[in-house]
T-cell receptor, first 115, second 116 residues
Framework: GNSVTQMEGPVTLSEEAFLTINCTYTATGYPSLFWYVQYPGEGLQLLLKATKADDKGSNKGFEATYRKETTSFHLEKGSVQVSDSAVYFC??????????????FGQGTTLQVKP | KAGVTQTPRYLIKTRGQQVTLSCSPI?????VSWYQQTPGQGLQFLFEYFSETQRNKGNFPGRFSGRQFSNSRSEMNVSTLELGDSALYLC???????????????FGQGTRLTVV
């Protein structure tokens, strides 16, 4: 079946450190891949996406590249800020399938950035 | 452009009662999906509605149901509430077409349901 696996958290970093959150997936068909972020007490916000192999999604200094050969979509940021502290979710769906509207999420990774 | 609106934001219900949650999608979006978020199970897909029809369903008991109206607004109902139904319920809207560029989902802030 389709699934997403994220690295376990929490991840604690100092401000301006480099961030990597690993995400790997298993999917039939051709998935689209997403990173969502959730701040305390809030819903999910789409951070970035990629819809085909080798696509790079980017937003607010965050980047992730769709790697079909390693079935991965790792999230990176060169210099984190305290305001980046949140829970990050990797997710996929399968367009053009019976599961188009269904997002499959990883378990989430909590990021805490200290001043 | 207004985002996805969920009401109410917070609910406290007693075991055995039923509850209805509401979701208004982004204008022009025809797909509405519902998710349950709990600390133990994470984010789990409940169901998706597209053009007033349930298009997909997750693995939840029949106590969980939903519907979608002609204006794409959706409601989710949970009957005979159990303590384990306490969760954050999130609604997401998307254009709903099956192409990869149209499956991007936008989430509301959620309804926090507490069952006592």
């Amino acid at each position: 079946g389709n699934s997403v696996t994220q690295m376990e958290g929490p991840v604690t970093l100092s401000e301006e450190a480099f961030l990597t959150i690993n995400c790997t997936y298993t999917a039939t068909g051709y998935p689209s891949l997403f990173w969502y972020v959730q701040y305390p007490g809030e819903g999910l916000q789409l951070l970035l996406k990629a819809t085909k192999a080798d696509d790079k999604g980017s937003n607010k200094g965050f980047e992730a590249t769709y790697r079909k050969e390693t079935t991965s979509f790792h999230l990176e940021k060169g210099s984190v800020q305290v305001s980046d502290s949140a829970v990050y979710f990797c997710a996929l769906n399968i367009p053009r399938s019976g599961n188009t509207g269904k997002l499959i999420f990883g378990q989430g990774t909590t990021l805490q950035v200290k001043p | 452009k207004a985002g996805v609106t969920q009401t109410p934001r917070y609910l406290i219900k007693t075991r055995g009662q039923q509850v209805t949650l509401s979701c208004s999608p982004i204008s022009g979006h025809r797909s509405v999906s519902w998710y349950q978020q709990t600390p133990g199970q994470g984010l789990q897909f409940l169901f998706e509605y597209f053009s007033e029809t349930q298009r997909n369903k997750g693995n939840f008991p029949g106590r969980f149901s939903g519907r979608q109206f002609s204006n794409s607004r959706s409601e989710m109902n949970v009957s005979t509430l159990e303590l384990g139904d306490s969760a954050l319920y999130l609604c997401a809207s998307s254009l709903g077409d099956r192409g990869p560029m149209n499956t991007e989902a936008f989430f509301g802030q959620g309804t926090r349901l507490t069952v006592v």
